[in-house]
């Protein structure tokens, strides 16, 4: 069952110095549980990709549809919805709130969601074991390590147990140790059942994908 | 995971702008719950003044309350007052001009003497002695001024020397010599209480006429079964044509004449401050807000709602200038205390007016005030983060 | 003279106004000398009476001309008691702007100017050969001003019963005085929360950039370099925003002007902005800006290395 179907989407933005085609009439199906990379030179349009599949952008041309929805059917609050409950999620930046505690950075979607305070906790402490941060749970982001912030990271993302996971470069600011555990972290996400959709520089995170694509100047290779 | 939970964990995280927006709401804050006490103050100040002398009517000569004329027939209107139902108690009131001397060889000092009639309570208050409706058997019984007594050094019990002097007229009269049965605080004497009271009679003797001479003000207290207006009323039906006003009115004049600059400065004081705060504070909020801006895409790219930032934003704004507003009320008084100080230097000032008068009406409208400001303030970082283009904030934030 | 109210009810409700024609031109009355006697002040009122072919000239002020509905040229009737026994029929000649009062600003101006034999013939008691001699004050300009203190001195000496005051005679007492000391207080007020939020927003942009400067104290660029920089930025932003400052007092100078001056009717300036209350403006404005900018940095340079290039 296909989650994600992109056809011939395309998005150009207007610059001063001319308008840039960041995608040119990329199509891409994502499969449920399957687990895809797309790798390519800086510049190329993955992480464009990456925002327009997950509602985050709109194309400029074509049509994204995910789970049988329009994308561009949808009003801004539904979009919002489907990122919050349908899809996880991760950054190369982490992008925890820095203010919150790794465990509230996690309970923090579920809250939005409507999940109650104690299904929350249940489900935070769940998440903690299973990224191996149970005993960090009370720590700010600004103490725990990198590669311990994008486990954070990653655990948020899935708080609501999205069908699709999508990662922007999650190992660009990593060692490689420290990216070897982020990639065992997603082989064991994706053995879940969750579809995982990642944009990597790097090679051996890519490896771990059953499927691989090449991306160049906005377009995927054959 | 409410939004004040959010609002509350970012200004303890940005410890020190949440300490200094919050010291500057307080300054900013403290300046507009002053202005508001000061938009009435001088005005709760005198009425208070007014009505702690005791009387609630006055009748003036001359037509008006800014000049002091004597009051033609002022003997008989005082008597045709008093047996009027409305009325429970009158006294006359004539002012002169005179030099008091406390000894011989000692310099005098230019005083107000006041001869009053009937019962005076109220004009001024005993702080020491005895007034002088139990000064009997005394030719020239006196009050003086605290202050005045101090600095000639003289109390109850001393005998002092008092020429009158008439008005636009050169005189020569003798000094007729008086005892000082009490020092009192007179309601409207200035900061050195150049004020002297005596009886209607001992006045007219010093004032050497043939006659005694009509009074400046004639003060009446209504009954309270009547009130004031029935007074003013009966009266005018008794005698057309006096200038008869009740302290209501008095005030009122006064507000539309007397305090116009304060009420002003008060009007655009308040406005300004309210600006100040609402750019300071938006200002503040809309930085700190462009500050984290990866942040907050990242919030709404993860799915969280424009209303949960949006409540969060405003609910940082309302810590903000809530716990400052909070803070400015008792800055404020202190400030208050300040000014007060300052402006009360302003001469022939009455020592017991006061221009900051606390009412619960200005905290009322100090925190419907603070509470728009805060709104306001929040308004345009909340239009930012809901109109904001995630993916492009996004990116921004990863290559810059 | 009369309260304004009743003036206006005299002038308002003498009929002849619209009935005398306006004449083109009006010259001064010839003044005699003082009387010494009541019988001579009254023959020589009754002798001006008989001699005047046009009716002694009256300046009335803007408020009353448009209060009254009157203009130059047009007959008016003064009287100096309510009653209006005692009259007399001026020509406008004139209407003037009363110089503003700062004390009497919300006072309405009602009022009317005529020369002063033309006030003594209206308001003197004819039974009363005094009240001919009688002025309210005397105007006296010095020949040299440094004599002010001697020649008022001497003169209450020598006149009984007369005051003499300076005209511009500065006293402690002085309510502008009071005023000015009460508005450099609101403004010290002012300027202490406007410098705790100008930290809080230095403290933030200092945060901002908290980044730059743990790359940049790792590159071995000194604390002392780097806190030069911000002060030279800050050296700028300061004057820019103190002439931006100054520009806006001056314009809102205008605005809050023209406000009062239209809500009371006055030629008052309420608001003056001097070049010396700009520049003192500019005078605190730009070091406190500048060191705003420079503590705000210090707490952020004066951390350690690791802590500040840290997320």
Same mark, same amino acid.
Do not use: G, K, R
């Given at each position: 069952m296909e989650i994600v179907r992109a056809h011939d989407v395309s998005r150009i933005f207007p610059m001063p110095a001319g308008p840039v085609a960041a995608l040119r009439r990329v199509s891409l199906t994502i499969a449920a549980g399957e687990h895809v990379a797309i790798t390519g030179p800086s510049g190329c349009g993955k992480s464009t990709l990456l925002h327009l599949v997950g509602a985050v952008d709109s194309p400029t041309d074509g049509s994204i549809v995910f789970e049988g929805r329009d994308l561009a059917s949808l009003s801004e609050p539904e979009r919002g919805r489907l990122r919050l409950t349908r899809i996880g999620f991760v950054f190369q930046r982490f992008? *925890? *709130?820095?203010? *919150?505690?790794a465990a509230e950075n996690i309970e923090l979607p579920q809250a939005e969601a409507g999940a109650t305070a104690a299904a929350r906790r249940s489900r935070t402490r769940e998440l903690l074991a299973y990224v191996g941060l149970t005993d960090r749970a009370d720590h700010l982001p600004s103490q725990l390590s990198g590669g311990e912030m994008q486990r954070a990271a990653i655990a948020r993302a899935l708080a609501n147990r999205p069908a699709l996971l999508l990662a922007d470069e999650p190992t660009g600011e990593l060692d490689e140790a420290t990216s070897d555990t982020i990639a065992d972290l997603f082989d064991r996400v994706n053995a879940g059942g969750t579809a995982i959709l990642v944009v990597t520089h790097n090679p051996s995170l890519a490896a771990r994908a059953s499927r691989r694509l090449a991306m160049r100047s906005g377009r995927l290779l054959a | 995971m409410s939004a004040l939970h959010l609002a509350w964990r970012t200004v303890r995280r940005y410890r020190a702008q949440t300490i200094l927006a919050i010291a500057g709401v307080a300054v900013i804050g403290a300046l507009l719950f002053d202005m508001l006490l000061l938009s009435r103050g001088l005005l709760l100040s005198f009425a208070d003044l007014l009505e702690r002398a005791g009387y609630d009517v006055r009748i003036v000569g001359g037509g008006g309350m800014a000049l002091r004329m004597p009051i033609p027939d002022s003997a008989a209107i005082a008597g045709l007052v008093r047996r009027l139902p409305e009325a429970e108690r009158v006294a006359l009131v004539r002012i002169l001009p005179a030099r008091l001397a406390a000894r011989d060889g000692k310099p005098s000092a230019s005083v107000a003497l006041i001869g009053v009639s009937g019962a005076a309570a109220g004009v001024w208050t005993i702080v020491r002695g005895v007034d002088l409706d139990r000064a009997a058997g005394e030719a020239c019984p006196m009050i003086v001024g605290r202050s005045l007594a101090a600095r000639l050094g003289v109390g109850p019990g001393d005998q002092v020397r008092i020429n009158a002097e008439q008005a636009g007229v050169t005189s020569a009269l003798p000094a007729m010599t008086c005892r000082i049965v009490g020092l009192g605080q007179f309601a409207f004497g200035g900061a050195g209480d150049e004020s002297v009271a005596t009886t209607f009679d001992a006045l007219h003797r010093a004032s050497g006429e043939d006659r005694a001479g009509d009074a400046d003000l004639i003060l009446a207290a209504s009954r309270p079964d009547a009130g004031s207006a029935a007074l003013v009323s009966a009266i005018q039906r008794a005698r057309p044509g006096l200038a008869v006003y009740s302290n209501d009115e008095v005030v009122e004049q006064f507000n539309r004449n007397g305090f116009a600059y304060f009420r002003q400065i008060s009007l655009v004081l308040s406005s300004l401050t309210m600006v100040f705060a609402f750019l300071l504070v938006a200002t503040l909020l809309t930085v700190s807000v462009n500050q984290r801006l990866g942040e907050i895409a990242a919030l709404r790219a993860i799915g969280i709602g424009r209303r949960r930032i949006a409540a969060m934003l405003l609910w940082e704004s309302s810590l903000l200038v809530g716990v400052g507003g909070l803070l400015a009320l008792p800055l404020g008084e202190l400030l208050a205390l300040g000014l007060d100080r300052i402006l009360r230097q302003m001469p022939a000032l009455p020592e017991q007016l006061h221009f900051f008068v606390f009412e619960p009406r200005a905290l009322v409208i100090h925190a419907a005030v603070l509470v728009v400001t805060a709104v306001a303030a929040a308004a345009y970082p909340m239009w930012i983060t809901a109109r904001m283009p995630i993916a492009a904030t996004l990116r921004r934030e990863v290559v810059g | 003279m009369m309260e304004p109210r009743k003036r206006r009810a005299v002038v308002a409700a003498l009929a002849i106004l619209p009935a005398l024609a306006k004449f083109a031109a009006f010259g001064v009355r010839h003044v005699p000398g003082p009387c010494q006697t009541p019988a001579c002040g009254a023959a020589a009122y009754a002798q001006r009476a008989a001699q005047a072919t046009e009716p002694p000239a009256v300046l009335i002020s803007r408020q009353l001309a448009a209060r009254a509905h009157l203009s130059q040229g047009d007959l008016v009737t003064l009287g100096s008691d309510p009653k209006g026994t005692r009259r007399a029929v001026f020509r406008i000649a004139g209407i003037y702007e009363p110089t503003p009062d700062p004390m009497r600003f919300t006072a309405t101006r009602l009022e009317a100017r005529m020369h002063l034999p033309d006030l003594v013939d209206l308001a003197a008691d004819p039974a009363d050969p005094a009240s001919r001699e009688a002025a309210t004050t005397i105007n006296v300009r010095l020949a040299d001003a440094a004599d002010a203190t001697k020649f008022a001195t001497d003169l209450a000496a020598r006149t009984p019963g007369v005051t003499a005051r300076l005209a511009s005679r500065p006293r402690d007492d002085d309510p502008f005085a009071v005023l000015d000391r009460f508005h450099i207080a609101i403004s010290a007020v002012t300027m202490a929360g406007g410098t705790a939020f100008l930290l809080a927003l230095m403290v933030i942009r200092a945060e901002e950039r908290r980044e730059t400067v743990g790359i940049l104290r790792l590159l071995g660029i000194s604390r002392r370099t780097l806190l030069l920089s911000v002060a030279v930025e800050g050296v700028a932003i300061a004057a820019l925003g103190a002439v931006f400052g100054i520009l806006l007092a001056f314009a809102t100078e205008g605005l809050v002007n023209r406000i009062f001056q239209a809500r009371y009717d006055t030629a008052l300036v309420f608001v003056r902005v001097t070049s010396s209350i700009a520049l003192r403006s500019v005078l605190i404005a730009a070091p406190l800006g500048i060191a705003a900018g420079i503590a705000a940095s210090w707490t952020l340079l004066r951390r350690d290395l690791l802590s500040i290039v840290r997320r």
């Open positions: 992008f *925890l *709130l820095p203010m *919150l505690t | - | -």
